[in-house]
C-alpha cells in the first residue's frame, strides 16, 4: 500500500545538525513533488520546503532559508531534509507529504511524521 | 508570501448540525485551496482539493466553495468522527502556506 516513512529525528543540541529521511513505497515516488511540513507542539502547520520530482527546483520558507537543504533520491525512493544550525524553535514533528499538480498540488500521501528536539 | 487566515479559531456544535468554516487569502488564489483534517497524534489528511473537489474516499457531507480569496468548508451534518482540527492551505505559489486551523468539537 502507498506508504511514507519518516526516520531521523531524536533530540540534538542548538547549532548541532540532523538529517531526516523519507522512505517512499506502493507509489511512483519520482512522479510526485515533495514536501516537508513541521507541527511545533502544540501549534498549527508549518509550511518547511518543497522539492520537484526530478529535484531540479528547491524553495524554502524564511524560517528555515539558508540553514535547511532538501535534496531526493529517486533511485532510493527517498526524501531527505539536511537541518544544520537547529535552533530551539525548530523543534516540532516533521512530516513529508507528496503532491502532483493535476490535483491542485493538494499534499498527499503523508508521513506518519518524525519528532526533532533542540534542546541543550 | 501569501497569508492564510481562518475563521473561527474554534467551535463545539451539536451532532448533526451544519458547521460552516472560512478561510481568507491575503490575494487572490484562483481555486488554488486545500483543505485538510487533522486529527490529535496523526497527520492531516486531505478533504478537499482545488477549493470544490472532494477527495477519493473523503464522505460527502464535506463541501468547499469558493475562488478568489475568499472560501468556505461545509460540514453538512457534523458526526462525533469529525472532531479534528481543519487546515486550509494554498497551492498557488511554490511557498505553500496554511491557514492556523480551526478546532471543531461536539457540544
Sequence with gaps: QVQMVESGGGVVQPGRSLRLSCEASGFTFSN?????VRQAPGKGLEWVAVIWYDGSNKYYADSVKGRFTASRDNSRNTLYL???SLRVEDTAVYYCAGYQSHVAGAFDPWGQGTLVTVSS | DIQ???SPSSLSA??????????RASQSISTYLNWY????????????????SLWSGVPSRFRGSGSGTDFTLTISSLQPEDVATYYCQQSDSNF???????????K
Design chain 1, 32 to 36: 510526485y513533488g515533495m514536501h516537508w
Design chain 1, 82 to 84: 539536511q537541518m544544520d
Design chain 2, 4 to 6: 492564510m487566515t481562518q
Design chain 2, 14 to 23: 451539536s451532532v448533526g448540525d451544519r458547521v460552516t468554516i472560512t478561510c
Design chain 2, 37 to 52: 483534517q487533522q486529527k490529535p497524534g496523526k497527520a492531516p489528511k486531505v478533504l478537499i482539493y482545488g477549493a470544490s
Design chain 2, 96 to 106: 505553500r502556506t496554511f491557514g492556523p486551523g480551526t478546532k471543531v468539537e461536539i
